[in-house]
């Protein structure tokens, strides 16, 4: 729903929150950085945050990746945690570290 461009313009994000808004959606997939404005725009959705990288992963691709930590702390209720996990030597033992980062 939302864009993973970081050069878009401002106005995109609020106006696709109010969008998601109007048209009865659940929930947003939304980036980090955008948290603020789903709170504020669009308080009764779901938010669910891609890009999540533990502090010390390479973004890879994502232009606008966050730590799990940053998001939770922004108010995002749903986290998308993937190839820090899958492309980890050994993936149950991220996954372990990961899940202990947040208790």
């Not at 939304?30 to 999540?52: H, K, Q, W």
């Not at 533990?54 to 993937?82: F, S, W």
């Amino acid at each position: 729903m939302l864009t993973s461009d970081a050069g878009a313009p401002s106005h995109i994000v609020p106006r696709r929150l109010r969008m998601a808004m109007e048209s009865g959606c659940g929930g947003i997939v939304c980036a980090a950085e955008d948290l603020s404005d789903a709170r504020t725009i669009a308080p009764r959705l779901v938010r669910v945050v891609p890009g999540i990288r533990p502090e010390g992963v390479a973004a890879d691709d994502q232009a606008r990746a966050a730590t799990p930590q940053q998001a939770l702390d922004g108010g995002a209720d749903l986290l998308v945690i993937g190839r820090a996990v899958t492309n980890a030597d050994d993936p149950e033992e991220a996954a372990a570290k990961l899940a202990l980062s947040l208790l």
